[in-house]
């Protein structure tokens, strides 16, 4: 799950993004997390010392060999900001015919999940800790990916803090460059005017097209793939929505 630790930061130049629309196509920089302070737990802290060896992969300007990587050539998912892990974990638990890549730059969340893959032999997982436009940019290139999540992004509620949000046109227009003609993006979040705001947005970008429901305003049914988290299954039990959005290559 993304956290507000994948929030992208703002422009360096803080006039220009005052100006800005939640959408502006100029930003020059695009990061995927703003970096927070966190502590972890001493199981945290051994997860990457015995585990990081073997799950850890790190940032490299270079291409990376993906087949060496996981020790495997399988479609290659990538996930970008995956909280503490949770979801992650079961996903690739039942999608073991698939690599899953998972970009996070939360130190206690990257130790959770290290400690799910170690204890619960999750081979399919390898974790960058670094900003994902940077790792699709040299270390996987275009057309190298058969799928992207992107779980509940932070929504930034408050107006003057929506040009802070992840789903923006130049951010989509540069990830779709990345997926494989035939592979797919799978966004979700429970905040409603995020989600209409990112099925703009994508919707705009030629190289996506929707495989959702038309009735259902474009939105997809949620994948049996996507497991519902604590925190999903009581926002739904007090009434609130979860939103989903599948969109493929062309």
Request: glycine share 8%.
């Amino acid at each position: 799950m993304t956290t507000p630790e994948n929030a992208p930061l703002l422009p360096a130049n803080p006039s220009a993004t005052e100006q800005a629309a939640p959408d502006a196509p100029f930003m020059r920089t695009i990061k995927t997390y703003v970096l927070r302070a966190g502590r972890m737990g001493s199981g945290q802290v051994r997860a990457f010392e015995q585990f990081g060896p073997k799950f850890l992969i790190p940032y490299s300007p270079e291409r990376l060999d993906v087949q060496a990587a996981f020790g495997r050539t399988a479609p290659l998912i990538l996930e970008i900001g995956f909280g503490m892990g949770d979801a992650t974990a079961k996903i690739a638990q039942v999608r073991p015919d698939d690599n899953f890549l998972c970009c996070e730059v939360h130190e206690p969340g990257v130790g959770a999940l290290l400690k799910r893959c170690g204890e619960e032999h999750i081979d399919n997982i390898r974790i960058v800790r670094h900003d994902a436009i940077e790792v699709m940019d040299h270390m996987l290139g275009t057309d190298s990916l058969d799928g992207v999540h992107i779980f509940f992004p932070d929504p930034w509620h408050k107006s003057r803090h929506h040009k802070r949000r992840l789903i923006q046109s130049p951010f989509i227009h540069r990830l779709a460059q990345h997926i494989k003609p035939g592979g797919y993006l799978h966004l979700a979040t429970d905040w409603q005017p995020y989600a209409e705001q990112m099925m703009q947005v994508i919707s705009a970008e030629p190289l996506l097209a929707n495989t959702g429901d038309a009735a259902q305003g474009g939105f997809a049914a949620k994948p049996d793939y996507r497991p519902l988290t604590k925190f999903e299954n009581r926002g739904l039990k007090l009434g609130h929505g979860v939103w989903d959005l599948v969109f493929r290559r062309v």
